[in-house]
């Protein structure tokens, strides 16, 4: 069975050309960038260029860049960092209701190290207001942290406005660009923010490789990691480096493909929510209907579980999700469309369609069809729509 995968915002197959670019790194180039002699010094050098490619990406300089584990360690590291570089100054921090684990548990666990956090309410489509922002800021605020685009319901959050805001406050800024890096434009400068997290596996790169913009001149953040002076002292640990060369090379191919790929992903996108809207009853588009990453659909079904349909869209070789991959196990419904204001069964009703790079629009009426036949047959079933009749 051929399948369809529409579950980018989880993960992206890495690029082949990303994967060609890092083979050498495991083999004949697999010297540590530490050492003083050639093999060393090559790797070095590789690791360098990648450097300069993921800063071109957000348009930063290769030296505010710091490699990490992936999106969860650059949002540890962002608020920690911050937090405890700047505890004597302050110990409130601004985020919002709708931001990934990485950030939300990272919060929970600095609240119980006499941190405050204001977690910020969302409208029904998942904006944050930049004014809420203004009221909640505080002569203790230390870091405001607002995610760029959201990773279930691809709400594109207003930051440059948010920026503003905390520049003229004096507050540092963080957002988590997990979901937009590579795939809308995405410059530091524009956006005003002081600290930004990456990962490599939401663009096409290799899993456990990420990267975090500190923005010079903003104060140095207490080090996440200890040991070696890798990354200019400020994450300790030998580089990865096949993991950041090939995210380098996927830096630079999404740099290339991304006027074309907003357009492309934007008319498949809208030709799905359409579609779907159009031909299935009881159905609504979750997220801002403008403000939202080009390769997002969320839906809520009504009278249907949403693991019941991805698990028969799995059946028809179709992935989806329920929500983010995060959460996927567990049966809670999710917090960002419990933010939005959506019911606890209207949320666990909702599915998520990511596009990428090869999808193609004969799978997006595959989707269409075996969706349409899906609802049908569990609705037919369902004691949801049997107690509303
Ligand atoms: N932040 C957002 C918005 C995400 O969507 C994800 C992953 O789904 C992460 C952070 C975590 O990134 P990683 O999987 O690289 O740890």
């Known amino acids: 069975m051929e399948r369809i995968y529409l579950d980018h915002a989880a993960t992206t197959p890495v690029h082949p050309d990303v994967l060609k670019t890092m083979i050498p790194y ?20 590789a690791v360098e260029d990648a450097r300069a490619s ?13 490699f990490t584990s992936g999106g969860t360690e650059s949002d540890n590291f962002a608020l920690e960092g911050v937090a405890y570089a700047n505890e004597k100054r302050g110990n409130h921090i601004i985020t919002s209701a709708v931001e990934h684990h990485a950030v939300l548990e990272t919060c929970k666990f600095l609240e119980k190290r006499g941190f405050y956090v204001t977690r910020l309410p969302v409208d029904s489509s998942g904006l944050i207001d930049p004014d809420a922002v203004k009221k909640a800021i505080t002569p203790k605020t230390i870091l405001v942290s607002v995610m760029h685009a959201n990773n279930e319901v691809g709400t594109i959050e207003p930051i440059a406005e948010i920026g503003k805001i905390t520049r003229e406050a004096g507050v540092l800024f963080h957002t988590d660009a997990v979901q937009t890096t590579g795939h809308i434009p995405t410059d530091v400068h524009e956006l005003e923010v002081d600290l ?3 990962s490599a596996h939401k663009l096409y790169g290799p899993k456990g490789v990420g990267a975090l913009y500190i923005r010079k001149g903003k104060g140095r953040l207490v080090p996440f990691m200890h040991g070696g002076e890798q990354e200019k002292r400020r994450r300790a640990g030998t580089e990865n480096v096949p993991g950041i060369v090939g995210f380098g090379k996927a830096a630079e ?3 290339e493909e991304m006027p074309k ?12 929510i359409s579609c779907i809207l159009e031909r299935i009853g009881n159905t609504r588009l979750n997220g801002h209907p403008v403000r939202r990453l080009p390769n997002n659909t969320n839906i809520t079904i009504d009278f249907v579980e949403g693991e019941s349909m991805c698990l028969s869209l799995d059946m028809e070789g179709i992935c989806a999700s329920t929500g983010s991959a995060c959460s996927s196990g567990s049966l809670e419904a999710s917090h960002v469309l419990l933010a939005m204001g959506l019911r606890h069964e209207q949320a666990h009703g909702s599915l998520r369609f990511t596009l990428g790079k090869w999808n193609t629009e004969d799978e997006i009426e595959q989707v269409i069809t075996a969706l349409s036949s899906t609802v049908a047959r569990l609705r037919s079933m369902s004691p949801l729509l049997k107690n509303k009749s």
């Open 26 to 45: 495991f083999t004949d180039n697999f010297g540590n960038p530490s050492t003083i002699y050639s093999y060393g010094q090559e790797a070095k050098a």
């Open 253 to 255: 191919i999404a740099r």
């Open 196 to 198: 930004l997290s990456m």
């Open 54 to 66: 993921v800063a071109a990406l957000i348009n930063a300089e290769p030296e505010e860049i710091v």
């Open 261 to 272: 790929e907003v357009k492309r992903l934007t008319a498949l996108r809208d030709r799905l």
